[in-house]
């Protein structure tokens, strides 16, 4: 552009001159403010238009986003994921269904995360056979065939998660309380996959390892869907995503049973049988009075994932059999006439030649499981190690007025939600273990003396992920030996390395050691991830002075910190256990 100084020399300017040139130089600006304002008239049109048609593709759902951005939503949702490569890998696969579906959001991205997971775990289905046919060892073909089943479950818990993200009355994917059973199951699915691998180091199975290395992917995959849907929330929140979260009513001073137990059910677990006026659909009796005179008998007539409530009665008696509900067998409510008078019994065990997870008694994974005034025992002895007498994997399963009797292994509460309530519970090493979401509440806990040189731990939980929702919690229980007992007896030691268990408004007899717990290797200190909690308890046992001194133990938590294990907190019992009626203190109050 030209100056003034371009004229005749610095600072000497004729008068005319100087006119004509501000009057060129004004003419000039004139039209590079013009040309300015068309071109910021252009530039501003063209974000306005994609601005309004990114707002339409967000309004209408839209059917794509960029490469770039879709790749920045997978690492972003991946990021809070222990296994980030593997998460990346299995959703950049699946880029061009991601942008099909509208799933650039973590919604959809988490939902493909768990259809990843499912196509890896499916790959597992053919490998137990071909293992079984490989081997001669009894021990190790029952334990691949419980790897088969477990298999099975895993993926059933998978597909009920992929299922149950469906568009709600609001228009969300997720809500607060869909988010909850998601975690419950996938946390299952986790379980599931683990004991399979318990149960060949148990057996020391040849093929541990190849299974393991085949089991790696499935569960790195099925991990990364836990620990986006741990985060959820946040991911929504920095994704500018909206989300409802569902009310919760918050109960828990009184007596009732937690919400998922509906009115209906209420009714059935407050009704007395004799005389009462509950009504069974099948009826077992071994003095032949009843339609049937095994259990076994009558649960092979329970429709299969019925949404009703199938009720068995089962007449005083002892009923020497191993009884099995599947994962098909939904909502049943099995009584009897009282836990000393109605006894299931069995004998299976580990030294017997059977793995720990196959022993029960009594198992049952179907959801919706309620058992009461029923005594279930495994009468194997103390010699012959692990002998389950109940083990359940039923999400969202009651057992009320029931007792539990054994020695190594007692009581195995495997995965999902559990609530037991005035139980009795009695045994000696790891009596009380597995990997649910599990309150025991109002239970009689009894130790018994072991084998000589052996000490007794009432709880071992088995938490193997950050992100499970699992855990041990036992509240206003009463914690005494059942006989005469002089071995070492502590409340539980770490079996995993996210084990959680909790103790809270307990009374606890001198027959637990001052030191209160114990490693699960001796003389170690266990992982600082676990979490080790004692609260308001009372009795001799119950002194902290010489607890142990674990970074993963608190010797005295909180009232909020233990709130967290309460009925209402830790297993939503305010949404599915009023249903039941049994009676449950729904907060520490």
Same mark, same amino acid.
């Given at each position: 552009m030209d100056t003034i100084k371009s004229f005749k020399g610095y600072g000497k300017v004729d008068a005319i001159e100087d006119q004509a040139f501000r009057r060129k130089t004004r003419k000039r600006m004139i039209i590079v403010a013009v040309s300015v304002i068309v071109l910021?008239?252009?530039?501003?049109?063209?974000? *306005?238009?994609?601005? /309004?048609?990114?707002?339409?593709?967000?309004?209408?759902?839209?059917?794509?986003?960029?490469?770039?951005?879709?790749?920045?939503?997978?690492?972003a949702v991946c990021s809070v994921t222990q296994y980030?490569?593997? =998460?990346?890998?299995?959703?950049s696969s699946l880029e061009t269904k991601a942008a099909t579906n509208k799933a650039a959001d973590p919604e959809e991205l988490f939902k493909l995360s768990m259809e990843a997971a499912v196509n890896e775990l499916s790959k597992l289905s053919t490998l137990p056979d071909k293992l079984i046919a490989r081997t001669n060892d009894v021990r190790d073909k029952a334990a691949l065939l419980d790897c088969q089943?477990?298999?099975?479950? !895993?993926?059933?818990?998978?597909?009920?998660?992929?299922?149950?993200?469906?568009l709600d009355g609001n228009g969300q994917l997720l809500s607060a309380s869909k988010i909850d059973d998601m975690k419950t199951w996938l946390s299952a699915s986790l379980t599931d996959l683990?004991? =399979?691998?318990?149960g060949l180091e148990e057996t020391n199975s040849t093929a541990l390892e190849e299974v393991r290395k085949a089991m790696q992917n499935p569960t790195e995959l099925t991990s990364n869907s836990l620990a986006i849907v741990s &985060?959820?929330?946040?991911?929504?929140? #920095?994704?500018?995503?909206?989300?409802?979260?569902?009310?919760?009513?918050?109960?828990?001073?009184?007596?009732?049973?937690?919400?998922? *137990?509906?009115?209906?059910?209420? &009714?059935?677990?407050?009704?007395?049988?004799?005389?009462?006026?509950?009504?069974?659909?099948?009826?077992?009796?071994?003095?032949?009075?009843?339609?049937?005179?095994?259990?076994?008998?009558? /649960? +092979?007539?329970?429709?299969?994932?019925?949404?009703?409530?199938?009720?068995?009665?089962?007449?005083?008696g002892v009923y020497e059999e191993n009884v099995v509900l599947d994962k098909s067998t939904w909502n049943v409510m099995m009584y009897g006439d009282g836990k000393a008078k109605t006894i299931i019994s069995g004998n299976l065990s580990f030294v017997g030649g059977t793995p720990t997870f196959a022993t029960a008694t009594f198992a049952v994974v179907g959801k919706g499981f309620f058992m009461? #005034?029923?005594?279930?025992?495994?009468?194997?002895?103390?010699?012959?190690?692990? !002998?389950?007498?109940?083990?359940?994997?039923? #999400?969202?399963?009651?057992?009320?007025?029931?007792?539990?009797?054994?020695?190594?292994?007692?009581?195995?509460?495997?995965?999902?939600?559990?609530?037991?309530?005035?139980?009795?519970?009695?045994?000696?090493? #790891?009596?009380?273990?597995?990997?649910? +979401?599990?309150?025991?509440?109002? =239970?009689?806990i009894q130790p018994r003396q072991p084998m000589a040189n052996q000490f007794n731990t009432i709880t071992a939980q088995g938490k193997t992920d950050q992100n499970q929702n699992t855990g041990i919690s036992i509240?206003? =229980?009463?914690?005494?030996?059942?006989?005469?007992?002089? +071995?070492?007896?502590?409340?539980?030691?770490?079996?995993?390395?996210?084990?959680?268990?909790?103790?809270?408004q307990s009374d606890i007899a !001198? *027959?637990?050691?001052?030191?209160?717990?114990?490693?699960?290797?001796?003389?170690?200190?266990?992982?600082?991830?676990?979490?080790?909690?004692?609260?308001?308890?009372?009795?001799?046992?119950?002194?902290?002075?010489?607890?142990?001194?674990?970074e993963g133990y608190k010797s005295n938590i909180t009232y909020e910190q233990a709130s967290k294990f309460t009925v209402t907190s830790f297993i939503h019992g305010s949404d599915w256990l009023p249903q039941t009626t049994v009676a449950y203190d729904g907060s520490l109050q």
């Open positions: 910021l008239s252009v530039i501003i049109a063209a974000i *306005v238009g994609v601005a /309004v048609h990114n707002t339409n593709q967000d309004d209408g759902k839209a059917t794509s986003s960029s490469p770039m951005n879709l790749a920045n939503s997978i690492k980030p490569n593997s =998460c990346f890998s299995s959703l089943s477990l298999y099975q479950e !895993a993926i059933d818990q998978l597909n009920t998660s992929i299922s149950s993200m469906q683990q004991t =399979c691998l318990d &985060k959820i929330l946040a991911l929504l929140q #920095d994704f500018d995503l909206p989300i409802h979260r569902r009310r919760r009513k918050l109960l828990g001073f009184g007596f009732e049973f937690p919400e998922w *137990v509906g009115p209906a059910d209420r &009714k059935l677990l407050h009704q007395e049988q004799n005389g009462g006026t509950t009504k069974a659909n099948v009826t077992v009796a071994n003095d032949g009075t009843g339609n049937f005179s095994t259990i076994t008998e009558a /649960v +092979a007539t329970i429709p299969k994932k019925s949404e009703t409530r199938f009720l068995i009665y089962v007449k005083q009461k #005034d029923i005594g279930i025992r495994n009468t194997a002895g103390a010699e012959n190690h692990q !002998a389950v007498a109940l083990r359940s994997g039923s #999400d969202l399963s009651v057992f009320y007025r029931c007792s539990f009797d054994g020695f190594q292994d007692t009581l195995y509460a495997h995965s999902n939600r559990q609530f037991y309530r005035d139980c009795d519970i009695t045994g000696t090493i #790891d009596f009380i273990f597995g990997n649910a +979401a599990v309150v025991f509440q109002k =239970c009689n509240q206003r =229980c009463n914690i005494y030996a059942l006989d005469n007992v002089t +071995a070492t007896t502590y409340l539980g030691r770490p079996w995993k390395n996210y084990s959680t268990t909790v103790i809270m !001198a *027959v637990v050691d001052p030191t209160g717990w114990t490693p699960w290797i001796p003389n170690t200190l266990p992982l600082s991830t676990i979490y080790y909690a004692e609260y308001s308890n009372t009795g001799p046992g119950s002194t902290l002075d010489k607890r142990v001194k674990w």
